[in-house]
């Protein structure tokens, strides 16, 4: 029998390993069969190891393709467009945009273009909200382009009767919910603690323990938010402790901001071994504190970045770079290009359970890359990457040259 062909792609190549390290190749290839990364080398030791294989030459840096942990698919159209307090920002502008995903024809519509718009940007993979609605939720699973994780918000109380009439809360419905869709691509997606009594969130919590599913939902992103979940949960020592005593949290966890946190409930999070998807740029658009990486750090937190759209004014994963280089170097904090490109890759796809098929171009690994403007010279590499991320957000979500997924490129690159 016939070996699958093998495709070389010689490029400089860029992979990201850990916080502190990544390897450089600045004339290399990476072979690619039946989708998977198959190996990686010199031009020579390739060449020789695969002679006749198809060689595909890219004029920039391959790297491998952004993980966005926490974003959500409904909000992309409106990414930016509003701002405010937290709790206004959602009664006003977001909740009604929400609203207009009863009608399945627009979901289908919107899905498409946030999909494209996000390869476009290099994001081939993340976590990400739906609306309340059953029908969108199952449009953004039907639709998928790269590899996602996706879940129906559930919003019990606190909400208007439009949204909350539509949530899947209940244990017989989110039950069935569970059952019908595929639980690789399912999340458990509280929207937050004020739009769920204790009891609803022990469902969710009961229900992603039985089926080993994700869970995701939003901790303590804003100091109004604080004090109205003090007010709906007496009982609760903390904000934390409202998602502990409900079971919701896990390894499989993944809370976005945790920025108002108090040492007992970071202890809490890494004792659970819950991730944080941090979103610098959505905290910043909404004038939120700044979230305290060193506090992630001294509590040996895992956690990845996210660009929170539609809050985040941006879905590329560089303008989130950008941000969060900006938002810690300015309080004092040294944040190294190294963990910033792990955090944007391969720490988020170790999030959503991933680590061993996506993330970084290791063999055995999807394919899915991009490739990115410039040949850097090793010792300029830092220097290179931290100018990638420089520019306006248009620039920046369309500075790609190429987005391939497993091992098949994206066309047409120019759709936006
Ligand atoms: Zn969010």
Known sequence: MLAAPVQLHRAAILNP???????????????????SVLASGSVASMLAEFPKSELVEHDGVLLPGFTDLHCHWVQHAVRGAYSGELLQWLQEYI???????VDEALARKQVKTFYSD??????VMGLSFSSVHRAATEVALAEMRGDWVVGNALMAINAP????????HE???????????????????????????????RVAGQIADAQNLLVQTHLAESRAELCWVKELFPEAESYTDVYDRAGLLGPRTVLAHCIEMSDAEWACLADRGSWVAHCPSSNEALGNSRMPLEKLREYGIPWA???????????????????????????????????????ATLAGAAAMGRAAVAGNLMPGKRADFIVMPGKPKAE?????????????TEELERRPLETWLSGKRIEPQGVS
């Open 171 to 201: 244990a017989e419905e989110l039950n069935t919910f569970v059952e019908n869709v595929s639980k690789e691509h399912y999340a458990i997606t509280p929207r937050f603690a004020p739009n769920m009594r204790a009891q609803d969130l």
């Open 305 to 343: 970045l996210a660009s929170d759209i539609g809050a985040g004014p941006s879905h590329s994963m560089l303008h989130v770079l950008q941000r969060f280089f900006a938002v810690h170097e300015s309080a004092g904090l040294e944040v190294s290009a190294t963990e910033g490109l792990y955090r």
């Open 17 to 35: 390993l850990d916080p502190s390290s990544w390897n450089y190749r600045e004339d290399g290839v990476c072979a690619v069969q039946k989708g």
């Open 161 to 168: 009767a439009y949204l909350t009439r539509y949530s899947q």
């Open 118 to 123: 996000m390869l476009r940007a290099g994001t």
């Open 95 to 101: 909740w009604p945009e929400e609203g207009r995903f």
């Open 380 to 392: 300029d590499l830092t220097g290179w990457f931290r100018d990638l991320c420089e520019g306006k």
